[in-house]
């Protein structure tokens, strides 16, 4: 017996299918996010880096994270993937993964932010490399 | 700390405004002029240690920025501690008479010199990014320049006119210029990689600072050479202490801003992003 289409998806993916492509997604935006962090810590200071991540959170908070999510913030992720349409899901991403280089840019410069994300999309699994050249979460500079 | 560049650039400024009305109306003499500039020197060298060591601080313990900035404020020490030994030879042999040079705080200022050069070295090589090709011959070109300029415009004639330059002299001479200028040019590789960061903000006082030790302590080299050089004496003397402190402060207000690193205000953001645009 085969499962209804999921209502979160609209019937293009079925419901493990799209479970699958939100907790990817969720993990490609998770390894910006500690990439930038990172790199910010390591060239700026800790408190930098916390007032990097903290300024991510007030955007998500302002861009209807929770409405969209349920998850109470971004930090939630690491304990839980989102349950909605992944394409509405990778769309939600695109838009904080630009603020976030953004952001990173303004901290690092443009050079420094571009040898970061080189070397974070060279770290990145191969299942997650094909999604980012799919979806272009962290363009590749 | 916020970052409000404003107290430390009056504090700089006040500091180098200062030493140049001593040197203009030199109240009391040339002895109070030379207590206080070097008073100046050492609290200003002390003050970039401080904060220094207070930006390495910032850094998590297994950061190799953490041991940049340390090796920053142990350099910086270093140099206060010979700022202190010269005012005490100063002082100790009394206004008129001549200052052993090299002196023993000579070996203190260019022991320090490695720390800050190590530094960074470190600094740069943690960034983990090259320049282009274009921007290093760039900045090789110009410090080779530089080098070109001090080293054949002072130093070269002062050892080829007269046979009889102490080695030690001119040995400290070059080491200075040298050690200097190598600061100064890794420094400003750092900038070329960050200066459109906020993170880059320190390194262009440092880069400033280190420039005007490079030409102060070449200056200086020269000056004793040529028998001019006595604190509030001449115009040349006066511009090679002043440049001097400069220096200092500079590269404390360099230590200052990475200690002091912020983030803009989210409007200050959209502000900046639309006078990009």
């Given amino acids: 017996m085969t499962q209804p289409p999921s209502r979160f998806t609209g019937g293009l993916h079925s419901p493990e299918a799209n479970a699958a492509e939100c907790a990817d997604l969720s993990l490609l935006f998770l390894a910006l996010r500690a990439a930038l962090s990172d790199a910010i810590a390591r060239t700026g200071g800790r408190a930098l880096a916390l007032e990097f991540d903290q300024r991510l959170e007030a955007y998500a908070g302002e861009h209807a994270w929770h409405a969209l999510t349920g998850l109470p913030s971004l930090d939630a992720l690491r304990g839980r993937v989102p349950d909605i349409d992944c394409r509405m899901l990778l769309t939600v991403y695109q838009d904080y993964s630009g603020y976030a280089r953004q952001l990173a840019g303004r901290l690092l410069g443009d050079q420094l932010l571009r040898s970061v994300i080189r070397s974070a999309c060279m770290k990145l699994p191969s299942n997650l490399a094909e999604l980012n050249a799919r979806t272009a979460m962290i363009p590749y500079a | ?277």
């Fill in chain 2, 1 to 277: 700390m916020r970052e409000s560049l404003w107290p430390a650039r009056i504090a700089a400024i006040g500091a180098v405004a200062t030493l140049i009305v001593l040197n203009a109306f030199q109240p009391g003499g040339a002895a109070v002029l030379e207590l206080a500039s070097d008073g100046l020197y050492a609290a200003t060298a002390l003050l970039g240690a401080v904060l220094a060591f207070l930006a390495a601080s910032r850094f998590d313990r297994q950061v190799p920025q953490r041991r940049v900035w340390s090796l920053l404020g142990i350099g910086l020490l270093l140099w206060a501690l010979a700022e202190l030994m010269w005012t005490y030879y100063q002082i100790g042999v009394g206004v008129g008479v001549d200052v052993p040079y090299p002196s023993p705080a000579d070996i203190v200022w260019a022991v320090g010199t490695a720390p800050l050069v190590l530094g960074v070295f470190l600094g740069h090589r943690s960034l983990g990014v090259r320049l282009s090709p274009r921007q290093r011959l760039a900045a090789t070109g110009a410090y080779a320049i530089l080098l070109t300029l001090l080293a054949g415009g002072l130093l070269v004639p002062m050892f080829f006119s007269q046979p009889g330059v102490p080695w030690a002299e001119a040995l400290l001479g070059v080491y200075y210029l040298i050690g200097d200028l190598t600061l100064a040019f890794i420094a400003t590789l750092s900038l070329g990689v960050l200066w459109d960061g906020l993170v880059g903000r320190p390194w262009l006082p440092i880069v400033i600072g280190a420039l005007l030790f490079a030409l102060s302590d070449t200056a200086f080299t020269y000056a004793v050479w040529i028998g001019v050089y006595s604190t509030g004496a001449n115009l040349l003397s006066a511009a090679i202490d002043v440049s001097s402190l400069a220096a200092y402060t500079a590269i404390a207000v360099g230590a200052y801003r990475q200690a002091s690193l912020r983030l803009p205000n989210p409007t200050d953001l959209h502000k900046a992003s639309a006078s990009r645009a």
